[in-house]
């Protein structure tokens, strides 16, 4: 897990680690051993072999096993961060789901975990297929199964809407998701992007629609894939009550492409979706109501990932996973700009030269260097999560590295841009859109504004912006 040392660490202080967590192995083989018995006993006596932690899940652990052979996946709660009633939830949809005909996991059983377990949890069929976007977007074998996918997600997300509302009871209604976002958002941080998004959203707030069930998660990462196309929906723990098209809006989120160009999670176009979606449902989406709902995702995004640093910030979870992810918000204001039409896909972000080196050597870029080296070919950890960690630490120096670097002429050239606006700061400036004081068609306040976003992008993520669709830029949505 991580906070822990790793493998490769250990080693070098002739330490025992297990190879896939780089807890201390003794400690790991306990709590496997634990595990395994209290899956045994929820399970009627069988016997479980083959459990190991998988990659994915930043909010909840995944193990694979076998019970007597059959092939299952556990979902549970990290155990110092317990949510039975998001387990009750999402056990509730599995059951919905699969009687709308929504592909999914069967469930097997699903508990609070003062069974032994843990924590809150549920157990589930272990299907084949494929959830890596990576893969699904430039391997070969799914070639086939991308040219029908986004009109066959379309089908699949009408079936979906479809549950009827009181087959899933203990759903929360969203009735108003802008209260939602302005709650979630951290007033101590300024977003002044953000605070113009928020803005536009409520003033072109799409027709009302009766409350369905929302999956609040569909995106490529939580879909199973096969060469056949789509075999599961996976992670129901957003579900909620609210708009249908709130899927359909989350789905074309930028961040959901992972490099590709097409709108739909990178695999097709927007029109397929669509009209898949409307040969089930018999009524085609409102395309200026899932651009909306596409903006409303940029804030959405940049909510949780400051969300998720917070669980790192607090003490609550340390993970170096959750603490970067923290600096890519940014990368969801970029997005909102590219949807609002305020900035150019084409346009660099702003450049500087670095200062000199001076002082002792090594530098700290040379230090950071080092440390990336090690990472990346010294470390070499052998199981799929300690690659993945491996690589989030990397990036979390790269960032580093060009705030060192980058950070004190990026703040002078933001500061120029907040004196044209007439602002102090962020804070002003994010007040002044909030409150309506400050316009954003104001010319040097969009300046400020963009400014705001492309001065961090370019010290969190300078290679965002060149992920952009293909056929062109995209139109201004409001």
Avoid: K
Wanted: with cysteine; hydrophobic share 40%.
């Amino acid at each position: 897990m991580t906070g822990q040392p790793v493998a490769g660490v250990n080693a070098l202080l002739g330490r025992s680690t297990h190879p896939e967590t780089g807890r201390p192995a003794g400690r790991v083989r306990a709590v496997s051993a634990d595990l395994a018995s209290a899956l045994s006993t929820v399970l009627d006596g069988a016997v479980i072999t083959g459990l190991r932690r998988l990659t994915a899940g930043a909010s909840r652990e995944t193990w694979s096993f076998d019970a007597d052979g059959r092939p299952l996946v556990l979902r549970r709660d990290p155990p110092e961060v317990p949510r039975p009633v998001e387990v009750r939830r999402e056990a509730e949809c599995f059951r919905a789901a699969a009687r709308a005909g929504v592909p999914i996991p069967r469930l097997v059983t699903t508990g609070d975990g003062t069974d032994g377990v843990g924590s809150p949890y549920l157990i589930m069929e272990r299907l084949e297929g494929e959830t890596l976007p990576p893969r699904l977007l430039r391997d070969d074998r799914f070639a086939a199964a991308r040219e029908r996918l986004a009109r066959d997600l379309g089908r699949t997300l009408a079936r979906l809407h479809a549950i009827p509302p009181d087959e899933v009871p203990t759903l929360e209604v969203v009735a108003d998701p802008l209260a939602r976002l302005r709650v979630d958002l951290d007033d101590d941080e300024a977003r002044p992007t953000l605070e113009v998004a928020l803005r536009q959203l409520a003033q072109h707030l799409p027709s009302g629609r009766p409350p369905g069930v929302v999956h609040g998660d569909f995106r490529n990462g939580n879909l199973l894939i096969g060469e056949d196309g789509l075999r599961a929906v996976l992670d129901w723990e957003l579900a909620h009550l609210g708009d249908p098209r709130e899927d359909l809006g989350w789905l074309c989120l930028r961040t959901w492409r992972f490099g590709a160009a097409e709108e739909v999670g990178g695999f097709g176009d927007r029109e397929d979706l669509l009209d898949g979606y409307a040969e089930v449902a018999g009524e085609r989406p409102d395309d200026a109501a899932v651009r909306w709902w596409e903006l409303y995702a940029c804030v959405h995004w940049a909510v949780i990932c400051r969300w998720q640093a917070q669980r790192h910030l607090s003490g609550a979870e340390r993970s170096v996973e959750l603490a970067v992810l923290g600096r890519r918000a940014v990368e969801a204001e970029y997005d909102a700009l590219l949807v609002l039409g305020l900035v150019d896909p084409d346009d660099p972000l702003p450049g500087v030269d670095p200062p000199a080196a001076r002082g002792d050597r090594p530098t700290v870029d040379e230090l950071l260097e080092a440390v990336d080296g090690f990472l990346a070919e010294d470390l070499a950890p052998a199981d799929d999560r300690s690659r993945y960690l491996a690589r989030v630490s990397r990036t979390a120096l790269s960032i580093v590295r060009r705030e060192t670097r980058l950070g004190p002429e990026l703040d002078r050239l933001h500061a120029e841009a907040l004196r044209a606006a007439g602002c102090r700061d962020d804070a002003e400036l994010a007040a002044g859109v909030r409150d309506g004081t400050l316009d954003p068609d104001d010319a040097a306040v969009a300046a400020a504004v963009r400014s705001s976003t492309l001065t961090r992008l370019a010290v969190a993520n300078p290679r965002h912006p060149v992920t952009r669709p293909r056929r062109g830029h995209e139109e201004p949505m409001l």
